[in-house]
């Protein structure tokens, strides 16, 4: 997860420092949450900000957070783990089977 915060953190000033040097390309193709983001980014870096934006961006980054568990992820790795570990059970039990006929034949 460090990597993940550590590579949008670059991203985020690679972004900013375009829009400093008036290239406003950059933000094409930017989920627009995103592009908010940095815009209201650089405006408080700037320090111009002549009124407060009604952007929370601790909410906004929990309204993300929310639509990634929304996708089904989760829900998708918990049907597959249990898959594995039936799997490996029955792999034990097939096991413990073979072992018992060998030492009992």
Not at 47 to 55: F, Q, T, Y
């Amino acid at each position: 997860m460090a990597n993940l915060m550590t590579a949008t953190g670059f991203v985020r000033q690679h972004i900013l420092k375009e829009l400093k040097n008036g290239n406003m390309e950059v933000l094409k193709g930017l989920p627009p949450v995103l592009a908010m983001e940095c815009g209201i980014a650089m405006q408080n870096e700037l320090g111009d900000v002549k009124e407060a934006s009604p952007i929370n961006d601790k909410e906004v980054g929990k309204s993300m957070l929310s639509r990634m568990a929304d996708t089904g992820i989760k829900e998708q790795l918990v049907k597959q783990k249990e898959q594995e570990e039936k799997e490996f059970m029955e792999k034990v039990a097939l096991a413990k089977q073979i072992t018992e006929s060998v030492t009992n034949s």
